[in-house]
C-alpha cells in the first residue's frame, strides 16, 4: 500500500477501533478518468456503534462514509463468512493486477458466477434518477444480436468447476427489444435452469401476451421494481405494477419486487413494501431492497442524507412492522455456503456456493399467518442448524468415499436437524422438517419448492459506489456481468466504474443514436412511456392500494 498503516490509522478518529485495511478508490480520481492514480488504501474501523470506511488520496484529501449501520450485526454476520468456490478457469490471465485494475475474473477472484446478468438493451422507457444507466442514456444504443448474447451465455456455462445455472436478463428496459422472447428461449436452450426477467413492469401491465410468452419462453420469475407504495415514493410504475402482477399472476408467472431504498424519501414506507408483497404472497415470491448505490459526485452532507446501509434497513423493517421481523431474523448471505459445503461434501464434487461478502447481502423468510408475519427463525433453531451442518462436513470430509460412513451420517443428520425444527410453531399446511431434510440429503426438492412458495423471501444486497467501496467485497462477488467480448465482470466494478467497464465494453458493440434512429426509422424519445390514465381509473387504482395494505394491517 502507498500509504503506511500508520498513515492509514490516522484518518480513524479518537474513540474509533481498527477492524481491517483494504483497497478502495478515489470518487474523483473515479470520475475524472485518473485510472493510474484511482486506486488507494482505505481503512474499515468501528466508531459510535457503526462501522466506516475512510481513505485519502493524495490529490483529492480524505473521503470519509458510512460502510454498515451497526457494528454488532457486522461482527454477527462476519461468522459466516465463506471460502467459496473459485473459477478454475478464469479468463484474464495477467498476474499481478491491481484490483479492480484490468477487471474480470482472474486467478484472485474468489467465488464462481451465482447469476450471469446479460444486458439486452441499454434502451429504457423511463428516466428515473437514481438508475446506473440514466447519466449515460442516449449517448450509443447497445443491443447486442441474439448470435452474441448465445455467446456470453456459453462463455458462463463453460464456468469451472461450477457452469452457471442462473441468468438474469436485464437492461436498460429488456421488453423494448422487439426479440426479447428469443432471448429468454436462447437461455433456456443454453441450459440455465433459472431465468429472471428484469423489468419495470409498464409493459406487462398492458400487454398480456407478452407476459405469457416471457414465461412460456423460460422465465422462471420477474424482477420488477417498486420502489414504494405511494406516486410520491413510487413514480416509476405505482398506477401500473397492480395490473402487472395480475397479468404474472393469470400465467403463474412468480414475481419478486425490487425496491431501491432512499434514506429521506421512500424508506418509511419498507414495512409497507413487506405488506404489500404479503397481501400477494401467492405470485408476489421475494421483496429484494437495493439500499441505493450514489453515483456521481455527491457532498458528504447530501450523500448521508441518501445512505441507508443494510443494518439501518433493517431497524426500519422491525419498526415498521411492530418487530414482527427484528434484525436477529436475518442472516447473511454467505450462511448458505454451510449448506453448499455440506451438499458438495455428501455428494463428492463442488456444488453451486453463495460466498460473497457477508457484508453485500442478507436475508430471511417469513411466513403469513392471517395478518401476521413469521419469520422461520421462530420455528427453527438457525444458527444450531448451521453448527450442525459444519460439524458433519467434516465428518463427511473425513469419510471421503466410505458409503457406509457417509450413510451413517446422513441418518445422524435425519435424526439430529429434527430436534432444531419446532413443528408445533410452524405456519400450517407445510412439512418443515421435511422440506429441509430433502433439501440436505440432496434428495426432492419438490417439499422445498412449497416451502419457498408459501414463505416470503426478504433479502437486501448493497451494491457499493465509489465513496463506499471496498476491494475486499469485488473479489468474492458472484453476481457477474458478461460482455460480448467474452469477459465476465463483478457487478460493483461494471456499474461503479463504468466508465472503464460497462461503457467501454459495450461501446464497441453498439451503435451512436443517431445511426440507429437512421437505421430503425424510429426516434429514441418515441421509446419513453407517456402515462395516460384518467381521473376515474386513479381513483379505482388507489382504492385497490388501500384495500390490498389494510389486508395485512
Keep these: 500500500m502507498e500509504l503506511s498503516k500508520r498513515s492509514l490509522d490516522s484518518l480513524i478518529p479518537e474513540g474509533g477501533k481498527l477492524i481491517r485495511y483494504t483497497a478502495s478508490v ?137 457452469p452457471v445455472n442462473a441468468v438474469q436478463i436485464t437492461g436498460g428496459e429488456p421488453t423494448v427489444r422487439d426479440d426479447i422472447v428469443d432471448i429468454v428461449r436462447i437461455a433456456r436452450e443454453e441450459g440455465y435452469e433459472h431465468i429472471q426477467f428484469n423489468t419495470n413492469g409498464i409493459r406487462f401491465s398492458y400487454d398480456f401476451e407478452l407476459v405469457k410468452k416471457i414465461k412460456e419462453a423460460g422465465a422462471n420469475v420477474v424482477y420488477m421494481s417498486f420502489d414504494g407504495v405511494t406516486p410520491k415514493t413510487n413514480p416509476k410504475n405505482y398506477w401500473e405494477i397492480l395490473d402487472a402482477i395480475d397479468n404474472c399472476r393469470k400465467v403463474g408467472l412468480g414475481i419478486v419486487l425490487v425496491p431501491t431504498v432512499i434514506g429521506g424519501y421512500n424508506d418509511h414506507e419498507v414495512g409497507d413494501m413487506i405488506r404489500f408483497a404479503a397481501a400477494n404472497i401467492d405470485i408476489v415470491r421475494s421483496v429484494n431492497f437495493q439500499p441505493i448505490s450514489i453515483v456521481g459526485r455527491v457532498p458528504r452532507k447530501e450523500r448521508m442524507k441518501m445512505r441507508i446501509t443494510i443494518p439501518d434497513l433493517l431497524e426500519k423493517i422491525a ?20 449448506v453448499s459445503k455440506f451438499i458438495s461434501a455428501l455428494k463428492g464434487e463442488p456444488k453451486y456456493t453463495l460466498s460473497n461478502h457477508f457484508a453485500c447481502g442478507i436475508g430471511t423468510y417469513v411466513f403469513r399467518d392471517g395478518k401476521k408475519l413469521i419469520p422461520f427463525t421462530r420455528f427453527m433453531d438457525i444458527e444450531d442448524i448451521l ?67 408459501q414463505s416470503l423471501f426478504l433479502g437486501s444486497m448493497h451494491f457499493m459506489d465509489t465513496y463506499n467501496y471496498d476491494v475486499a467485497r469485488v473479489v468474492r462477488c458472484n453476481i457477474h ?31 451512436p443514436a443517431e445511426e440507429w434512429e437512421k437505421k430503425t426509422g424510429r426516434k429514441l424519445k418515441e421509446d419513453k412511456y407517456h402515462r395516460k390514465i384518467s381521473k376515474e381509473k386513479r381513483k379505482r387504482i388507489e382504492e385497490r392500494y388501500k384495500k390490498v395494505l389494510n389486508e395485512m394491517k
Excluded at 93 to 122: F, Q, Y
Excluded at 403 to 419: D, M, Y
Aim: hydrophobic share 35%; charged share 25%.
Design 26 to 162: 478515489c470518487p474523483v480520481c473515479a470520475e475524472e478518468h485518473k485510472y493510474e492514480k484511482m486506486v488507494i488504501p482505505a481503512v474499515i474501523y468501528e466508531k459510535d456503534g457503526k462501522v466506516w470506511i475512510a481513505k485519502k488520496c493524495k490529490e483529492h484529501g480524505i473521503v470519509k462514509d458510512l460502510y454498515w449501520g451497526s457494528a454488532e450485526l457486522y461482527r454477527k454476520m462476519e461468522k459466516y463468512a465463506s471460502s467459496g468456490v473459485k473459477p478454475e478457469n478464469p479468463h484474464v490471465k495477467k498476474r499481478n493486477i491491481k484490483c479492480p485494475l484490468d477487471c474480470g475474473l482472474c486467478h484472485a477472484h474468489l467465488s464462481h458466477t451465482a447469476l450471469l446478468n446479460i444486458v439486452a438493451t441499454n434502451r429504457c422507457d423511463l428516466s428515473c434518477w437514481y438508475c446506473f444507466y440514466y447519466a449515460r442514456e442516449g449517448g450509443y444504443v447497445y443491443e447486442p444480436t441474439l448470435e452474441e448474447i448465445r455467446f456470453m451465455l456459453r462463455t458462463a456455462r463453460n464456468q469451472k468447476p461450477i
Design 387 to 453: 453448527n450442525e451442518l459444519e460439524k458433519y462436513t467434516r465428518e463427511l470430509q473425513e469419510a471421503k468415499i466410505k458409503l457406509i460412513k457417509k450413510a451413517n451420517i446422513i441418518l445422524k443428520v435425519i435424526r439430529n436437524l429434527g430436534k432444531y425444527i419446532h413443528e408445533e410453531k410452524a405456519p400450517k399446511g407445510i412439512n418443515v422438517r421435511k422440506a429441509i431434510i430433502a433439501a440436505l440429503t440432496g434428495g426432492s426438492y419438490d417439499s422445498l419448492r412449497a416451502f419457498h412458495h
Design 481 to 511: 456481468y458478461g460482455l460480448p467480448d467474452g469477459r465476465v465482470i463483478p457487478f460493483c466494478t461494471f456499474n461503479v466504474l463504468s466508465d472503464m467497464y460497462r461503457e467501454e465494453g459495450q461501446k464497441a458493440f453498439s451503435i
Design 319 to 338: 419498526e415498521q412492522t411492530d418487530n414482527q421481523i427484528t434484525p436477529e431474523d436475518w442472516f447473511t448471505v454467505p450462511a448458505s455456503a454451510v
